[in-house]
T-cell receptor
Framework: DTGVSQDPRHKITKRGQNVTFRCDPI?????LYWYRQTLGQGPEFLTY????????KSRLLSDRFSAERPKGSFSTLEIQRTEQGDSAMYLC???????????FGEGSRLTVL | AQSVTQLDSQVPVFEEAPVELRCNYS??????LFWYVQYPNQGLQLLLK??????LVKGINGFEAEFNKSQTSFHLRKPSVHISDTAEYFCAVSDVGDSSYKLIFGSGTRLLVRP
């Protein structure tokens, strides 16, 4: 399977704990995006990378959130001191950056108790 | 600022009936338009896209959409739905001049196909 893969698929944590999600994009794609999707809503843009550079961050990305793409390949999204409001599906997508067609992974569902 | 409105949160329809899912967008510039489908506990899959050219766009699984610039709409249609089309459908927009190519999504429409 050469699609976008995300790990873990599900994460249950207690409030105040830190969590990290990993995304492996399609290998030839230079752009990588993170989105958050809450129940009954559409995906909301969080941030994106072109190669290893983080070029844009949404105001939704509070200082408890940090994303990296150290070698321009896989990316991690870390949430520190989780809150119940962080419960959501975190979606990763990648693209070639030419027409905006994004290829999505199956998401990482976070539940904060 | 861009925004996408999907007026119908849920559309129930009987199997083999036609369906239209509505999408309107707000943007001051030229746009690319997309429809994605999401099945339960899965990621989003591209159904079709409008980049330029013909305003009638055909996608996978028998879906099509028509771009109407004057009405800023991009409605999704299928002439005959199947039970397997039951899913969440998202309309999305991207500004042509936005080098990020990020997508702005609507809130989604749940298509419920009944036998």
């Amino acid at each position: 399977d050469t699609g976008v893969s995300q790990d873990p698929r599900h994460k249950i944590t207690k409030r105040g704990q830190n969590v990290t999600f990993r995304c492996d994009p399609i290998s030839e794609h230079n752009r990588l995006y993170w989105y958050r999707q809450t129940l009954g809503q559409g995906p909301e843009f969080l941030t994106y990378f072109q190669n290893e550079a983080q070029l844009e961050k949404s105001r939704l990305l509070s200082d408890r959130f940090s994303a990296e793409r150290p070698k321009g390949s896989f990316s991690t999204l870390e949430i520190q001191r989780t809150e119940q409001g962080d419960s959501a599906m975190y979606l990763c997508a990648s693209s070639l950056g030419t027409t905006g067609e994004l290829f999505f992974g199956e998401g990482s569902r976070l539940t904060v108790l | 600022a861009q925004s996408v409105t999907q007026l119908d949160s849920q559309v129930p329809v009987f199997e083999e009936a036609p369906v239209e899912l509505r999408c309107n967008y707000s943007s001051s510039v030229s746009v690319y338009l997309f429809w994605y489908v999401q099945y339960p506990n899965q990621g989003l899959q591209l159904l079709l896209k409008y980049l330029s050219g013909s305003t009638l766009v055909k996608g996978i699984n028998g879906f099509e959409a028509e771009f109407n610039k004057s009405q800023t709409s991009f409605h999704l249609r299928k002439p005959s739905v199947h039970i397997s089309d039951t899913a969440e459908y998202f309309c999305a927009v991207s500004d042509v001049g936005d080098s990020s190519y990020k997508l702005i999504f609507g809130s989604g429409t749940r298509l419920l196909v009944r036998p």
